[in-house]
Nanobody
Framework: QLQLVESGGGLVQPGGSLRLSCAAS????????IGWFRQAPGKEREGVQC????????YYTDSTKGRFTISRDNAKNTVYLQIDSVNPEDTAVYYC?????????????????WGKGTLVTVSS
């Protein structure tokens, strides 16, 4: 019912910035929560940040709270993740995910629809 397509990943130097985008399509007139998740090489998937259906933010990872900013453009059905002051530990595949629910899940397994991911590599 929801299709999600991420973009904006790539190679970035430590301390740099980039913005990821997630375009949602399908039955977007129904309420849903949508957010960003990531999986680093050899590590488990984890939540980054999530927006509930009213735009309230859930912060899953404390280390990203001051450097990552989630936002949305309702007219374009697009969600963004602004990433500033990146470090090598931010290297991961970043996924956009959503579910038809007013609230964000407690953990990533609660999301129902997933994009294919976009790779962010932090290296000098």
């Amino acid at each position: 019912q929801l299709q999600l397509v991420e973009s904006g990943g790539g190679l970035v130097q430590p301390g740099g910035s980039l913005r990821l985008s997630c375009a949602a399509s399908g039955f977007t007139s129904t309420y849903y929560a949508i957010g960003w998740f990531r999986q680093a090489p050899g590590k488990e998937r984890e939540g980054v940040q999530c927006l509930n259906s009213r735009g309230r933010v859930t912060y899953y990872t404390d280390s990203t709270k001051g450097r990552f900013t989630i936002s949305r453009d309702n007219a374009k059905n697009t969600v963004y993740l602004q990433i500033d002051s990146v470090n090598p530990e931010d290297t991961a595949v970043y996924y956009c995910a959503a579910r038809y629910n007013t609230r964000c899940p407690d953990v990533w397994t609660g999301m129902e629809y997933w994009g294919k991911g976009t790779l962010v590599t932090v290296s000098s």
